[in-house]
């Protein structure tokens, strides 16, 4: 039985990815070990999977100033110690990083122990962490096309981001269901995040009034940002965050109104859904889900709108327009190379391996 360390971490979308990777790696014979941070969240993402989870010190690289700056050296150094330590004891064939700062020392670790690693970026520009083992790797897979720019050609790939595969068993009637709707008129779902957005719920419940005269909205709106005053309005619901019937929530949507998170993108590419993609403002963020957006637009599988030019005129047009072209939207996206990530990925891992045997 081959042997793959899996890590990343920091936050959710540098875990899912992972989790996609599971089946298909258990089916081609891996032994699975996952190696996170000490209190992040993927050692309770990982802990719904019969996985061993390894726990490391980590620290982040910041380009600011910040009194953490003078401690997170000692623990990124401690973390490589305990990195180095596991690579001897698991001895693995093969690491895949899908980055966090927690996966720097793993990978550096991996180097030293000449176990060759696979990479995951899932933006267009690579995030430090993953730039600063790019030198590490042996294979570095992406999400964008723009991407392969930023990389060495020899060992660059475009494969999309792996998608959990529970999310292709969605059921469009229990989605209906689930929100008490009818299956005789088209569905929006709005996705703000975890967190939800201020400015995406603003925006959508002012024109409400207009989009219930053909749509039905299903809002998931964010903790603490459900509006009292429209609970019970005839054909709008509202969820702080869903889980368990996303999947269902989602083959009910005939257009989707999104943020630009990678892994949120790329669920929306492998379903073929028609979206609307409001991506963080350069204020809240690097820039990478502008960048992100971008990209979808330039390949026709998605409307943008820039959040500072938000109105609630737009998003009104913006509907409109994307419900016009939904065929042409599906059709762009059913001609994707950014899809069936987790087969691709998992065969460059086997050739990674192979080549080293």
């Known amino acids: 039985m081959k042997r793959i360390i899996l890590t990343g971490g920091g936050t959710a979308g540098h875990v899912t990815p992972n989790i996609a990777l599971i089946p298909e790696l258990q089916k081609r014979d891996y032994e699975i070990h996952y190696i996170g941070s000490k209190t992040g969240i993927e050692k309770e993402l990982i802990s719904n999977f019969d996985i061993p989870y390894y726990g490391i010190s980590s620290g982040k690289l910041r380009r600011y100033f910040d009194v953490k700056n003078f401690t997170d050296p000692v623990r990124i150094l401690k973390g490589y110690a305990e990195a180095d330590k596991l690579m001897k004891k698991i001895k693995p064939d093969v690491v895949f990083s899908k ?27 690579p995030g430090l ?20 720019e930023n990389l060495p050609k020899e060992k660059a790939y475009l494969t999309g981001s792996p ?21 005789n008129r088209p569905v929006i779902l709005v996705i703000g995040g975890s967190l939800g957005s201020v400015r995406v719920n603003e925006a959508v419940r002012e024109i409400l009034p207009e989009l219930l005269e053909r749509y039905q909205i299903i809002h998931l709106c964010g903790k603490d940002k459900v509006e009292e005053s429209l609970k019970g309005t005839e054909g709008y619901v509202q ?40 991506p963080l403002s350069l204020e809240a963020s690097r820039g990478d889900q502008i960048l992100n957006a971008a990209s979808f637009e330039k390949q026709g599988f998605s409307y943008v709108i ?27 996206m059913s001609a994707s190379d950014q899809q069936n990530a987790v087969i691709k990925v998992a065969d460059i891992i086997d050739k990674t391996v192979l080549a080293e045997q």
């Open 239 to 278: 969820y702080e965050y869903i889980q368990k019937e996303l999947c269902d929530l989602l083959d009910a949507a005939d257009i989707v109104i999104s943020r630009a998170g990678a892994n949120a993108i790329c669920e929306l590419l492998a379903l073929h859904k028609p979206n609307i993609l409001i």
């Open 99 to 125: 980055g966090g700062f927690v996966t720097v020392p793993v990978v550096k670790a991996a180097k030293r122990r000449h176990v060759p690693c696979v990479l995951h970026e899932s933006d267009i520009s």
């Open 306 to 332: 820039r959040e500072e030019e938000l109105t609630s005129e737009k998003l009104l047009e913006a509907v409109r327009q994307v419900d016009e072209k939904k065929q042409e939207y599906q059709a762009a």
């Open 163 to 183: 998608i959990r595969g529970e999310l292709f068993s969605g059921n469009r009637l229990k989605g209906l269901d689930f929100c008490g709707f009818t299956a």
């Open 129 to 148: 962490a993953n730039r600063l083992c790019i030198s590490s790797a042996a294979a570095i897979c992406a999400n964008f096309p723009e991407t392969l």
